[in-house]
């Protein structure tokens, strides 16, 4: 039996992070992949979507150029060169990561992994003994239970897609739904989105209603408070069958029907249930504030806790445990509070802290100061009605401590400013901090500091 100081069950982002910052301390550390090495991120999620979200905000800006006098583009939208340069991107990435763990002295099994008690895990019949073990496996699609859901494919397949449809049915408001409803409508595909209750439900609703509009000027055929009733593949066409408030609804696409309709902890046949690990109603694994499992040196971190199902999360928490387990960091901990977080949709948004409604719950309404604005950025002031993109910014206040407790953004590069104010945030800034604060003219950022 081989004997570790380390296991690690899963190879996406928390596991990388945490395998190479415990070996670094000095621990024998292995890390167990029966897929690609770098996961949902690298391999079939923010990195490759990254790179089609680049296609398709490029091909608005060639647009916008024409409105500055630059000549209109020409020629069709190349699919095969973008997949080949996003796949080329991708297997350059899990290339790396791979490379880089054997620089860091961390150990690839390759294997589908099953714990047999909590010190063992057995892969591919041989079993590799560790004093601590970190699950990390990450969550998989999860299609809803209706008849011919088999016809579709889900973000994963997405990505096997060898042309641009001309139409597209996407089921799903969450992250993945929005994202891809932007990206192949703007890359020339005509795109339905069907939405069961509301769009992008926890994010705030002043930011998410800026987006509706935007998505309907975009050309997307949105559909909120849908209930999917069947779905079915006739004459080379899927048929989608949906009951609405005005009654029953068609819809048909040709090529590509998108379940984008969440994801589920990949905890099941992994060994962990008959050990007695604490799981919650979806499967997900429950742990405590230091990443600790109801089950002695099993830990537990990244999407397969669903505590907050984003990458730099996972990297965040899988290094704390490290630092803590190996490292003799013993009071390093995880913040989970004021987490940024950006929806690459068209335009996109970014946002950090408190939603309006959250802050009510918190404060009460009437313990609230909250700015708004909403207008179209100079970069569209020669651009018809048709390709102006608007901006909507909020800024939620706690009264009582002139704190500012949430800011959120829609807009052109949102997510890079959101990030750098969300170090304010982070450090409490106030409403007088932000009006102290000298704006750069002519930005959009500066907008967060003038707020009346």
Not at 265 to 276: D, F, H, S
Not at 358 to 387: M, Q, T, W
Request: hydrophobic share 40%; glycine share 12%.
């Amino acid at each position: 039996m081989e004997r570790y100081d380390f296991l690690v069950l899963g190879a996406g982002s928390g596991g990388l992070a945490s395998a190479k910052r415990a070996a670094s301390y000095g621990a024998r550390v292995g890390i167990i992949e029966g897929d690609r090495v770098g996961g949902t991120c690298v391999i079939r999620g923010c990195v490759p979507k990254k790179m089609m979200y680049y296609a398709a905000i490029n091909g608005r800006l060639g647009r916008l150029a024409a409105d500055f006098g630059w000549p209109a583009p020409e020629g069709d939208f190349d699919w095969n060169k973008l997949i080949g340069m996003r796949n080329g991107l991708v297997d350059r990435l899990e290339t790396t990561h791979t490379r880089n763990l054997d620089k860091a002295n961390v150990e690839l099994i390759r294997g589908k992994g099953v714990l047999k008690d909590a010190n063992t895990i057995e892969v591919e019949g041989k079993l590799y003994h560790a004093d601590k073990i970190l699950i990390a496996v990450g969550t998989a699609p999860v299609y809803p239970p209706i008849e011919g859901v088999e016809l579709g494919v889900s973000s994963d397949g997405l990505f096997e897609l060898d042309h641009i449809p001309s139409t597209a049915v996407v089921i799903g408001g969450g992250y993945i739904g929005v994202e891809f409803a932007g990206i192949l409508q703007s890359l020339g595909c005509q795109v339905t989105l069907l939405v069961r209750n509301q769009l992008l439900a926890g994010f705030d609703r002043t930011i998410v209603e800026g987006l509706q509009e935007a998505m309907k000027l975009q050309g997307i055929d949105l559909h909120l408070q849908t209930s999917i009733e069947r779905v079915e593949h006739v004459d080379d066409l899927y048929h989608v069958y949906t009951r609405e408030a005005d009654g029953p609804h068609e819809f048909t696409a040709e090529t590509c029907l998108l379940f984008a309709t969440g994801r589920k902890p990949r905890t099941a046949n992994i060994g962990i249930k008959e050990l007695g690990v604490e799981l919650g109603n979806r499967g997900q694994i429950i742990v405590d504030a230091d990443h600790n499992t109801s089950v002695d040196n099993i830990y537990a971190v990244g999407d397969v806790i669903e505590l907050a199902t984003l990458t730099p999360v996972a990297i965040k928490a899988g290094r704390a445990l490290a630092d803590r387990l190996f490292g003799g960091k013993e009071n390093t901990t995880m913040s989970y509070e004021n987490i940024p977080t950006a929806v690459f949709s068209q335009p996109p948004i970014g946002t950090v802290g408190m939603t309006e409604e959250e802050a009510v719950a918190a404060f009460g309404a009437d313990g609230l100061d909250i700015y708004k604005a909403n207008y179209a950025p100079l970069a569209y002031a020669g651009s018809p009605v048709e390709r102006k993109v608007r901006t909507v910014l909020k800024m939620i206040v706690e009264r009582a401590t002139d704190k500012v407790v949430g800011l959120h953004m829609l807009g052109d590069d949102a997510p890079e400013i959101i990030q750098g104010f969300a170090v304010a945030i982070r450090m409490g800034a106030t409403k007088a901090d932000f009006d102290r604060t000298v704006a750069i003219h002519p930005t959009q950022a500066e907008e967060f500091v003038l707020m009346k």
